[in-house]
């Protein structure tokens, strides 16, 4: 029991997770800073930030919806964290690992976006409404591709798990270099999950202030920023586990840095990614998904079949 | 609300995209704008009264403030003015040193530009980049001048600062970095797929249009319409160095882009001339304290079109009257064109592709309900009546304070 409730809040729970996710933060900004010239933050400035916030007076719009506005962060923030819990992180086991928890992580995953969705909503105010609408209608997009990207790996390997995504490319790490493409579908898609630069339609700063995040303040400002750390952070996670399932037969404390250092290389690709291009605007980005991203993600999932065919025989 | 599928939302007063005060009202149906209303005056200074009451030689400091980027441009047009009238003639070096601070000054205003086009599109990069550049031009006016903005090099009948022969150096070897990092941007401009996707085809102002709503600098020229005062009506040294005036048929946002980013090349090139052939001479001519009578209109080419002022003096030591006509009120009016058919988030790169300078354009106000349009005014009386009203409703009374 002590156990579990140590895992669930401390490692590699709630605890861990946050600070890593804060960490992350720190270093995509850090590396996007470095990219433009900039000096950048000092390390703990996304720790400094997010006390700050909880300092701070709370302020919920006289028309909005007080519970769902208030409850709205602390779900998305708890989505994400629960789907940490599925990701095996040194070894082929996670701590709640069983059949289909690719589907289970990729699910909680998408609840963050709809938790922000209705929190946007019912804060009433007309950017956030803007702002929402475009989030949903960017999710239709990328959620597609991510998921066809995912799945086409877990076809190959033949089971829903990612424990067992891990152990079918540790046996043939070679089969990893045919998941190439829906690598980078994911990483692609994962940008307009993440929201970032040229995907960052929904909280478009010039445009529509800050989207669904326009009338929070306080507390529910800082968890749902923690909440977007958290989804890179998992979201990463995920990548790192499907596509490069490395060293994770090594010893613990190795086997853990080998994946922290994963994680950052994906998060440093994101940084970059969002460092050259400028934003798009929801039309076009719909059109760039429809036309060349999920297209590619259906030619992934077709090698795969073939490939899968192929080594039955 | 007006329908249920059409809503208006409001870009400013307050609003991140915009870096001044100026309130537009979108009428939007989901992402696609139906109606834009403009609204101006929430940064009136009051800066042509003020004018007024001092004498000419504090309005020269004064009118520099009217904008804080093409500071130069407004004290230039209006000592032109009072030099106009007052008959003086300007010694050569002191017009080739208006002339060079004057360029530097739109080299400075359109790598501005640049950056805050590139944040209004989400592309911070560009922003960081060319800002950083924009230090290079920055230092060398600190260094010209003494001061970053607002130089205060002019003076009526000439300019109070020199140009030493090793500024000129350090001047050159800033236009020569400056003219690399512009060909990259240039290259970054026609290559670069979201720069491209985000600004061709948005915005468009065609050449009829350009020509009936009397849009001026960069915004006529990306319409192809060839207007510029510096070759039309050459002032300072304009007449003797040679120039291209760009101009672009895009129409649209990219054009202006385009025609900045090419205008940035011409005017290294003139910068270049004019230290080649300063010549030598005094830097200024005496100016009698009291101007004598008459009037005059000076047009200056500013970073962001032509500015216009009218100077009228009534042989004291203070004017009469002054009027700035600041290049973004000709602009403004365009901008409802541009928007038409438009989506939402093409809004902040349309406005900021006029290169708005909103306080300098903030001369007059129009008395507008912003949401029935009407043009009713409302008497000192009426109001005080409707205060007193209002207060008595909620238990308080005024009405045996006297007036």
Not at chain 2, 220 to 244: C, H, K, L, Q, W
Request: with cysteine; net charge neutral.
């Amino acid at each position: 029991m002590i156990n579990a409730i140590f895992n669930i809040l401390i490692f590699p729970g709630f605890l861990f997770v946050s600070i890593f996710g804060l960490m992350a933060e720190f270093i995509d900004r850090k590396i996007y800073a470095r990219l433009q010239n900039r000096v950048g933050p000092p390390w703990f400035q996304t720790i400094a930030d997010f006390i700050k916030l909880l300092a701070k007076e709370e302020l919920v719009p006289c028309q909005a919806n007080a519970k769902i506005f208030r409850a709205a962060p602390v779900f998305a923030l708890a989505s994400s964290v629960t789907a940490f819990l599925y990701i095996p992180m040194w070894s082929f086991g996670s701590l709640c690992s069983f059949s289909a928890d690719t589907i289970v992580v990729l699910y909680l995953l998408t609840l963050p976006t709809l938790a922000i969705f209705i929190g946007g909503w019912y804060s009433t105010s007309l950017y956030a409404r803007i702002g929402t609408v475009r989030s949903l209608t960017q999710l239709f997009a990328y959620e597609v591709p991510l998921f066809m990207g995912i799945l086409s790996a877990a076809l190959l390997a033949d089971t829903w798990s990612l424990s067992g995504i891990a152990m079918f490319y540790s046996k043939h790490p070679l089969y990893c270099c045919f998941n190439i493409i829906g690598f980078c579908v994911s990483v692609i898609a994962l940008l307009g999950k993440l929201e970032k630069v040229p995907f960052d339609i929904p909280e478009a700063e010039t445009e529509i202030v800050a989207g669904a995040f326009t009338e929070y303040s306080g507390k529910s400002l800082a968890f749902l920023r923690l909440t977007l750390d958290v989804e890179m952070v998992v979201c990463s996670a995920l990548l790192a586990i499907v596509f490069m399932p490395f060293g994770l037969s090594l010893p613990s404390v190795i086997g853990f840095a080998l994946f922290i250092v994963k994680i950052l290389f994906i998060i440093s690709l994101i940084s970059l990614l969002r460092t050259i291009f400028a934003r798009l605007r929801i039309d076009q980005m719909i059109d760039f998904c429809w036309k060349y991203i999920a297209p590619l993600a259906l030619l992934q999932l077709l090698i795969n079949l073939i490939l899968k065919g192929i080594l039955k025989h | 609300m007006e329908n249920k599928d059409k809503f208006r939302i409001p870009i400013g007063p307050q609003h991140p995209a915009l870096k001044e005060p100026e309130g537009f009202s979108v009428a939007l149906k989901g992402e696609k704008i139906m109606g834009v209303d403009i609204r101006l005056g929430y940064n009136h200074r009051g800066i042509e009264k003020a004018c007024e009451e001092r004498p000419y030689i504090q309005d020269v400091y004064l009118i520099e403030r009217v904008c804080g980027i093409c500071s130069h441009s407004h004290s230039t047009c209006f000592v032109q003015a009072v030099e106009e009238i007052a008959g003086l003639q300007l010694p050569k070096r002191a017009s080739y040193i208006r002339t060079l601070i004057a360029e530097l000054e739109r080299v400075h205003s359109h790598l501005l530009w640049l950056g805050v086009a590139g944040h209004e599109i989400g592309f911070d990069t560009l922003l960081m980049y060319t800002w950083r550049d924009r230090e290079i031009v920055m230092d060398i006016l600190a260094m010209l001048t003494g001061n970053r903005v607002n130089y205060g090099v002019n003076v009526i009948g000439g300019v109070k600062r020199d140009i030493t022969p090793s500024q000129i150096q350090d001047v050159l070897k800033g236009m020569d970095l400056l003219e690399e990092r512009t060909k990259y941007y240039i290259d970054l401009a026609m290559r670069e797929e979201t720069i491209i996707k985000r600004l061709s085809g948005v915005g468009v102002l065609s050449h009829e249009e350009a020509l009936s709503l009397g849009a001026v600098g960069p915004t006529a020229r990306a319409s192809g319409v060839a207007r510029d005062t510096r070759r039309d009506d050459p002032y300072a040294a304009y007449a003797e160095v040679s120039f291209n005036v760009i101009t672009d048929n895009h129409n649209d946002v990219y054009g202006r882009t385009v025609v900045r980013l090419k205008e940035l090349m011409e005017s290294y090139k003139i910068i270049r001339q004019l230290l080649k052939n300063i010549p030598d001479g005094p830097l200024s001519v005496k100016a009698p304290r009291n101007i004598p009578a008459g009037e005059a209109i000076s047009r200056y080419e500013a970073p962001r079109g032509e500015d216009v002022h009218y100077v009228k003096s009534n042989g004291t030591e203070m004017p009469e009257r002054v009027k700035v006509r600041a290049p973004t009120l000709a602009n403004v009016q365009a901008v409802k064109q541009m928007l038409k058919d438009r989506y939402l988030a093409d809004m902040p790169i349309v406005i900021a592709a006029i290169d708005p300078c909103f306080s300098c354009t903030d001369r007059m106000v129009t008395v507008q309900n912003f949401d029935t349009g009407n043009h009713e005014t409302i008497s000192w009386d009426t109001l005080r009546v409707y205060g007193i009203n209002w207060h008595k409703d909620r238990g308080v009374d005024f009405s045996n304070v006297t007036k």
